[in-house]
């Protein structure tokens, strides 16, 4: 039986789609984006090293905090809370978990996936290769419905990350000091933040959820300012992802001693 | 300032059709519309297709151009070269009934399975005092024209004819959002939304806010929002705990 | 015998506009079996395109408003042509059913207490609008829509069925009425999807079929906008009233020539915005009519005070009522002071900021942006005349809006009175819902009346209607219908338009005459399933019967008023304004028009006016005693 824009009673067209713009480009952008962060993050975190430099306190977002007896000395700024982890697990495993899960339930992050990796559909108007399609409703997609705990964690993590920045104004001689790695740090944090704040759940959370705005004149301030950030959720999900991955490939750098970070104070 | 603009238009009915060639004359300043209706007046008396105010205020003149949903009088055609072929199809989620109409009917369908607007019982008209900051969000989706497209590139229905019956598609998912966000509507509307409606079908990938010609941000304002509400509902352990609390101590 | 459906209810309600949803509305509420028929879509009726907003006073932005002073402004916007009664009903009911709108789930802009805002515009004295931003008709349309489906929802708990009491036929076109004797006894159409013949059975009908504009070239009307009801009503027996006044608006778009004619809607001027020439100039000021000049500003620095301390200030010029506006802009034109597309300037981008427009005028920066190219928040907007409104009608009685005929009814812009010589905008949005209420009010109660003596529909009634429908297809060889439609709408636009000459209108009669021959002899191609050609064949017979109507009216009325201008009797003379023009069919189809007097105005309605006033619009005889 036909299906789709071919079903029964429907214009018969015979193409699947009549698009004449390059519809395949943007999710073939983002698919490829996406793809390689997923590589790169892998490879990172199993490498479990070059992620500290101790001259300048630079700790990469990826493993942070670093909380076990397998850190490096110095990069466990928060003390260590576990014991040693077995080779084979990454030590970043849990911040990982967090960042993998917060941008995998993300609203944004999952129209892109829908899009450029499971092609539903790819793009408007161009119809899925699926013969089924049961949306986010049965396991395990439902899961996706636990996006506001990721939100939750993320902030924790965020606030750690900012922990983590304040310590990176650290000069060579001990005292303060501002390098190239301090700047892209903090550049980073700043789309972590904007990423984080913009978010679907922290709206509803901050005010979306109610039915008087009036009554609550705080919380629909907040909604106000999250609602203004929020239709660039997407844009700022991608530049994060983009100044993760280069905070962390520059911090692997100066750690393993590829270049040497360049300093603008002491 | 007038050229000859080449043209497909999709001609037929359910029992089948296909795309037609015609040139036709095209003047500065036109949408596509006013070029199905000089093919009309020139060329093919018989073209069938739905239109009403011209203006996009109305959303009958719902088509697919170059295989994009869009109203017919919205559409420019000085965005296209004028040597490029411009195809217009009937919108290709719901069944055609001649030329470029279809039958929409799901969509009236839907809108009745909707339970009304449910003001307070005791609530008497001249009475009703809103909040402007309270309608606002309400008002945004009220904007809505059915033109259905939204509806019409909704993969979940277009690419999928058997979710028709368990889902009302994003113009009706939104419907449910404006009287949820209603400041006077005393109904549950969410439960209904992922129960009746299917919310749960909806994957956020955003098409119907490409398309929507009234520029509502269907997803971010209405169906995001929507599954959120339902989220506390439903999924939400920690929630649904302070409720069962809170209700306790009632 | 002709095949087709029939069907049997007690009200059939033709036009799924505001005026036809509230009478629906309102006879399923008393009880009766109602049909809805239309030819578009449910939900697309032309009521979407009002913009500004629906006027009532409920004196929520100055409490100093109320009925008596909305009445004083109906009848002076109408050049005291109304039928007073109609305008007193329409002041005294109009925040009851905007009310009642809120109790349906309709969500009006607020005021800062949370009642229902309202704007200013021309002609009304104080802010009366209820308004959402600045697609009230939008609203309005789609509230009464979902009241429909609640009430079909209420139906469905009770039997089961959603259209048990209460049905819609959309895409479904009346061609013909039926009678018994003297009076309805149902309604004979088609559908437009498959061509195939329905018919109803009903001892009521409502027409709420709105207006005539598609008989005009430069129309802010949409395509069914062919006069169905008022040239329905006509064959049915009934009279037309008032149909020599039009309303052109003063603002529709000029260029790109695909949307000229659409509406671009009066609160940019309430709002704010100003008319200037090609010179720059403000020239509004210079077009204050005697009549008006105590309530309107003379400088410029008074008119802009006026927005913000309306109580110590007289209105901007450009408030002035939609009638005198357009033949100022006419007049700017004609005088060569027009834009480069033949319009004049409507600025609100040096008025107003960019946030402010897009806030407040949502959809006219929308339409100006996607339309035009124009960014109306950065440049001028290019304005001039467009038909936009048909103030006659039929002929009914005020309270139940039942024309000559028994069992017909009409609401709406079909029916006349109301509005007298030129309507005031936002009273079509409130005489919708006031009139549409009364029309199926009115409905029920005939019904009621009729008891179990109902009129029958005739064999060979049907037969007729049918075969008078098919005639287009009979033909070969003769004229397409969209040659002579546009050759109509020409002819209307250049000799019975904003300005009025003898000569012009005798040679539109003559015109007329001869696209009634062409339109007996043309052809359609194709068959019966969804043929727009066939669709424009039969509605083009109906714009000849209004257009006929509106030609001879005019060139009847020996006097200037309101959508009624003539180059050669350029004043208002009060002799005209106690004399109706009735128009109805004689036997062979020609249209005939006889003078009727007005009903005097009632005392205690006299009385809400300063005798200064009145003395400027009625006889010496008609003034009250002193």
Redesign the interface.
């Given at each position: 039986m036909a299906l789709g824009v071919e079903s029964t009673g429907r214009a018969s067209i015979g193409q699947k789609t009549l698009r004449t713009d390059r519809w395949w480009l943007a999710p073939l952008r983002i698919g490829v984006i996406l793809g390689f962060f997923v590589v790169y993050a892998t490879v990172r975190i199993f490498m479990n090293k070059w992620y500290w430099v101790d001259e300048f306190h630079y700790l990469t977002p990826l493993y942070s905090p670093c909380v076990t007896e397998s850190c490096v000395p110095g990069s466990s700024h928060l003390g260590t809370w576990f014991g040693e982890f077995p080779r084979v697990i990454p030590f970043s495993i849990i911040t990982f978990a967090v960042l993998a899960g917060f941008r995998g339930t993300c609203y944004y992050y999952r129209k892109a996936g829908y899009r450029s990796l499971f092609f539903a559909p790819a793009a408007c108007a161009v119809p899925e290769p699926h013969k089924k399609y049961t949306g986010e409703r049965k396991f395990p997609l439902i899961a996706l419905n636990l996006h506001r705990y990721f939100f939750y964690g993320a902030l924790v993590f965020g606030v750690l990350n900012v922990y983590d920045g304040i310590q990176a104004f650290h000069g060579e001689d001990g005292g303060f000091g501002i390098g190239l790695g301090t700047l892209i740090i903090w550049i980073n944090l700043v789309m972590l933040w904007l990423y984080t704040l913009s978010c679907h759940a922290c709206r509803h959370i901050v005010g979306g959820r109610l039915k008087n705005f009036s009554k609550h004149p705080l919380r629909y301030r907040y909604w106000t300012f999250v609602s203004k950030l929020n239709p660039k959720h997407g844009t700022y999900a991608m530049i994060s992802l983009v100044t993760v991955i280069a905070t962390d490939a520059y911090i692997m750098a100066v750690s393993a001693g590829w270049f040497s970070d360049l300093r603008i104070f002491n | 300032m007038s050229y000859k603009g080449k043209f497909r238009v999709w001609r037929g009915d359910s029992e089948g059709g296909d795309l037609k060639d015609y040139e036709v004359e095209v003047n500065e300043g036109e949408v596509v519309l006013d070029v199905i209706h000089r093919l009309q007046a020139t060329q093919a008396p018989d073209l069938a297709v739905r239109w009403n105010c011209k203006a996009g205020k109305c959303g009958s003149c719902s088509a697919e151009i170059n295989g994009m949903p869009k109203l017919m009088c919205m559409c420019r055609m000085n965005t296209f070269e004028e040597d490029e072929v411009v195809t217009v199809t009937p919108m290709r989620t719901f069944p055609v009934m001649r030329d470029l109409v279809t039958d929409v009917s799901y969509n009236y369908q839907k809108a009745r399975e909707i339970p009304a607007f449910t003001p307070p019982a005791d609530l008497k008209p001249g009475e009703y005092r809103m909040q402007q900051v309270d309608v606002e969000r309400s008002q945004e989706f009220r904007k809505c024209i059915e033109c259905f497209l939204c509806q019409d590139t909704c993969h979940v229905i277009r690419d999928h004819e058997e979710n028709k019956e368990s889902f009302s598609g994003p113009r009706f998912l939104m419907r449910i959002a404006e009287l949820d966000m209603h400041p006077l509507d005393a109904a549950d509307r969410q439960h209904e939304a992922q129960e009746q409606h299917g919310l749960g079908f909806c994957n956020i990938t955003k098409c119907c806010t490409e398309v929507c010609p009234e520029h509502i941000k269907i997803t971010d304002n209405a169906l995001i929002p929507m599954k959120e509400r339902v989220v506390d509902r439903k999924y939400d352990p920690i929630v649904w705990l302070g409720n069962k609390i809170r209700r306790r101590g009632a | 015998m002709t095949e087709l459906e029939r069907h049997s209810y007690d009200v059939v309600v033709i036009g799924a506009g505001g005026a036809g949803l509230r009478a629906a509305i309102e006879a399923r509420e008393q009880g009766k079996r109602t049909a809805i028929v239309c030819k578009?879509?449910?939900?697309?009726a032309?009521t979407?395109?009002a913009e500004g907003g629906c006027a009532a006073a409920m004196g929520n932005a100055n409490s100093n408003d109320n009925w008596q002073v909305h009445y004083r402004d109906t009848m002076r916007g109408g050049k005291f042509l109304n039928n007073w009664r109609m305008a007193e009903l329409h002041a005294q009911e109009a925040?009851?059913r905007v009310?009642?709108l809120?109790?349906?789930?309709a969500?009006f802009?607020?005021t800062?207490?949370?009642?229902i805002?309202q704007r200013n515009f021309g002609g009304h004295t104080y802010p009366r609008l209820a308004h959402?931003?600045d697609?009230t008709g939008?609203?309005l349309i789609?509230t009464l829509q979902?009241?429909i489906?609640?009430l079909?929802?209420e139906d469905?708990q009770a039997t089961g069925d959603?259209e048990a009491n209460l049905k819609v036929y959309a895409e479904c076109t009346v061609t013909e009425l039926l009678k018994d004797g003297d009076a309805i006894s149902g309604a004979f159409g088609y559908w437009r999807?498959s061509g195939r013949f329905i018919l109803f059975d009903a001892p009521a009908v409502v027409l709420a079929t709105g207006g005539v504009g598609k008989s005009f070239k430069v129309t802010s009307n949409?395509?069914?906008y062919t006069g169905d009801g008022h040239a329905l009503a006509m064959r049915a027996g009934a009279t037309l009233i008032n149909m020599e006044f039009i309303q052109f608006h003063p603002t529709g778009m000029v260029?790109?020539?695909?949307?000229k004619g659409?509406?671009v809607t009066e609160s940019v001027r309430g709002d704010g915005g100003v008319l200037k020439n090609s010179e720059g100039k403000r020239f509004m000021f210079e077009y204050v009519p005697d009549v008006f000049r105590a309530q309107y500003a003379e400088t410029e620095d008074e008119a802009d005070r006026w927005y913000k301390d309306p109580d110590n200030n007289r209105r901007p010029p450009e408030l002035l009522p939609r009638d005198e506006v357009a033949r100022a802009i006419n007049s700017e034109v004609k005088a060569g002071r027009g834009t480069p597309h033949g319009g004049v300037f409507l600025d609100v981008s040096t008025r107003l900021p960019a946030e402010e427009i897009t806030r407040r005028l949502?959809?006219m920066h929308?339409?100006f942006k996607?339309?035009?190219?124009v960014d109306i928040t950065a440049e001028p907007m290019e304005v001039g005349p467009t038909c936009h409104y048909v103030m006659g009608g039929v002929e009914v009685d005020p309270d139940t809006a039942q024309s000559v005929v028994p069992g017909l009814f009409a609401a709406g812009e079909v029916a006349g009175g109301m509005h007298g010589s030129n309507r005031l905008g936002g009273n079509s949005l409130s005489d919708l819902l006031v009139f549409g209420r009364r029309a199926g009010m009115g409905a029920a109660t005939y019904v009621d009346q009729l008891g179990s003596e109902r009129p029958k529909i005739a064999e060979a009634d049907i037969d007729a209607a049918a075969a008078e429908a098919l005639a287009p297809f009979e033909l070969e060889g003769g004229e397409?219908p969209?040659?002579i439609h546009?050759e109509l709408q020409q002819s209307m636009n250049d000799l019975v338009g904003i300005i009025r000459k003898e000569e012009e209108m005798e040679r539109a009669l003559a015109k007329l005459a001869e696209y009634r021959g062409r339109i007996a002899k043309m052809t359609?191609?194709?068959?019966r399933?969804?043929?727009?050609?066939?669709h424009l064949a039969l509605d083009l017979r109906n714009m000849l019967t209004v257009s006929e109507c509106v030609a001879k009216a005019a060139l009847q009325r020996q006097e200037s008023r309101g959508g009624h201008t003539r180059d050669d009797f350029p004043g208002m003379n009060a002799d005209w304004r106690k004399l109706l023009l009735v128009c109805s069919l004689d036997t062979d189809g020609g249209v005939n028009v006889v003078r009727k007097d007005q009903i005097p105005m009632r005392d205690d309605l006299l009385e809400l006016f300063e005798l200064d006033e009145l003395k400027k619009y009625l006889t010496e005889e008609e003034l009250p005693a002193t």
């Open positions: - | - | 578009s879509l449910f939900g697309k032309h979407v395109m925040p009851d009310w009642e809120e109790t349906y789930g969500l802009d607020r800062p207490d949370g009642r805002s959402v931003g697609r939008l609203e789609r979902q009241k489906v609640s079909q929802q469905f959603y999807e949409s395509w069914e260029w790109p020539p695909s949307v659409i509406l949502p959809s929308h339409q996607e339309l035009a190219d397409n969209y040659t546009t359609v191609e194709g068959h399933q969804f043929n727009p050609g066939w």
